[in-house]
């Protein structure tokens, strides 16, 4: 049974910085790409970033590129994601997600995914 569970959420003051964490089990965890997303009350899901399988690449959505960091420590089956600069927008429920297929920039790349950690940036 695969599981993901994420940590690190939490309430951070805007300017400030979090670490999700997500421990991937019942999965060979490196041949998946591994992906964050997250989404705010009333709003879609979106795509935050991906680290690829094949390779490492990594992918961001455009307004976090440069404050988000996705990582991976395929010695602990784990994925990072190191947020800096938190501003206010950011407050959001952030899922994490494992899949085959695609780049791992859309939802439908993925097959499996966490519960979610609240993040909240307060101004």
């Known amino acids: 049974q695969v599981q993901l569970v994420e940590s690190g959420g939490g309430l951070v003051q805007a300017g400030g910085s979090l670490r999700l964490a997500c421990v991937a089990s019942g999965l060979t965890f490196s041949r998946y790409t591994m992906g964050w997303f997250r989404q705010a009350p009333g709003k879609e899901r979106e795509f935050v970033a991906a680290?690829?399988?094949?390779?490492?690449?990594?992918y961001y959505t455009g307004s976090e590129k440069g404050r988000f960091t996705i990582s991976r420590d395929s010695a602990k089956n784990t994925v990072y994601l190191q947020m800096n600069s938190l501003k206010p927008e950011d407050t959001a429920v952030y899922y994490c997600s494992a899949g085959l297929t695609g780049t791992g920039q859309q939802a439908r790349d993925y097959n499996y995914w966490g519960k979610g950690t609240q993040v909240t940036v307060s101004s």
């Open positions: 680290n690829r399988w094949s390779g490492g690449t990594t």
